[in-house]
């Protein structure tokens, strides 16, 4: 049992490219999230999704994109990358359960590390 | 809107000793979920303990214990005799209960904890 992928774990770009953050769950769940750590910040929520073909916007959206073609993966994008973008990014899933999932734990992955020149 | 404070930005200890990280947090919500993650050096999120807003019971796990109380928002955590593997990044975070909607986590942003031989 994986859990919940990301890949890559480290990642260097020159601003102005685009890359796909990947993330992928093996444990059937509805929800995955993306979060980044900045140092200092905690981790903040960029987009989410309750499950396929359904995404919407977390605390910092900005400078991203996400869609959820599946129930196993949720891709995320960044179309123009920036140095402000230089972060830990966190992919998290979550089972849904009659009455809501807040009280599962959200799995997490182990984080790419993505550096902005 | 909500919000967890972890006003301990770091703490550092000498091994042996107790060590409390707190943590408050504000939601117009009757209902909601508090959760404490830990941070190793490693990088990776290790869930520690959920509890939903209608369970003040305080729970104790080996060294560790947490202690809610509702009365002052405050969902603290113990560490009882600490170890050198405790050092981390210790993490609070809330997540509401909005019609199923509670697979958003706001995070605390954190308290470094050094534990010292």
């Known amino acids: 049992n994986a859990g919940v992928t990301q890949t890559p774990k480290f990642q260097v770009l020159k601003t102005g490219q685009s890359m796909t953050l990947q993330c992928a769950q093996d444990?059937?769940?509805?929800?995955m999230s993306w979060y980044r750590q900045d140092p200092g910040m905690g981790l903040r929520l960029i987009h989410y999704s309750v499950g396929a073909g359904i995404t919407d916007q977390g605390e910092v959206p900005n400078g991203y994109n996400v869609s959820r073609s599946t129930t196993e993966d949720f891709p995320l994008r960044l179309l123009s990358a920036a140095p402000s973008q230089t972060s830990v990014y966190f992919c998290?899933?979550?089972?849904?359960?009659?009455?809501?999932?807040?009280?599962?734990?959200?799995?997490f992955g182990d984080g790419t590390r993505l550096s902005i020149l | 809107a909500q919000k967890v404070t972890q006003a301990q930005t770091e703490i550092s200890v000498v091994e042996k000793e107790d060590v409390t990280l707190d943590c408050v947090y504000e939601t117009r919500d009757t209902t909601y979920y508090l959760f404490w993650y830990k941070q190793p050096p490693s990088g990776e999120l290790v869930f520690l303990i959920r509890r939903n807003s209608f369970d003040e019971q305080n729970e104790i796990s080996g060294r560790y214990s947490w202690n809610f109380q509702k009365s002052t928002s405050s969902f603290n955590f113990t560490i009882t005799a600490s170890q050198v593997v405790d050092s981390a990044v210790y993490f609070c975070a809330l997540s509401e209960a909005r019609g199923g909607s509670n697979y958003k986590l706001t995070f605390g942003k954190g308290t470094l904890l050094t534990v010292n031989p």
């Open positions: 998290a899933s979550t089972p849904s359960r009659t009455g809501g999932a807040g009280n599962q734990p959200q799995h």
């Open positions: 444990m059937n769940h509805e929800y």
